[in-house]
């Protein structure tokens, strides 16, 4: 069983910066697609950001575009989210996920495994 842990989360102010970590517990996850969802209060939980376990292909949400960058290390089992220029609407808990099929989708559904998320908190 595959477990996620993130971490980095906490508080910033906008335009501020912070960067999430996700380690996972298996060496198998070298070969998962990996991807960080966010689920900001009210709202559904969304795709932000997925990585090839090569690293080579990325997909990201139009929110943060040009703004978020993942990334991931498999000599580490880790896998990065930097989020830069932060907005208040990017509050939110941001979670790590795992797909052992290696797809570089958005939808949540095809994600396996979920660490417990961190939160993230961008104030005006």
């Known amino acids: 069983q595959v477990q996620l842990v993130e971490s980095g989360g906490g508080f910033v102010q906008a335009g501020g910066s912070l960067r999430l970590s996700c380690l996972a517990s298996?060496?198998?996850?070298?070969?998962?697609?990996m991807a960080w969802f966010r689920k900001a209060p009210g709202k559904e939980r969304e795709f932000v950001a997925a990585?090839?376990?090569?690293?080579?292909?990325?997909r990201y949400a139009d929110a943060v575009k040009g703004r978020f960058t993942i990334s991931r290390d498999n000599a580490k089992t880790t896998v990065y989210l930097q989020m830069n220029s932060l907005k208040p609407e990017d509050t939110a808990v941001y979670y790590c996920a795992a797909d052992p099929r290696g797809r570089l989708v958005g939808d949540r559904v095809n994600y396996d495994y979920w660490g417990q998320g961190t939160q993230v908190t961008v104030s005006s």
């Open positions: 298996e060496r198998s996850v070298i070969y998962y697609a």
């Open positions: 990585i090839t376990w090569g690293g080579l292909s990325t």
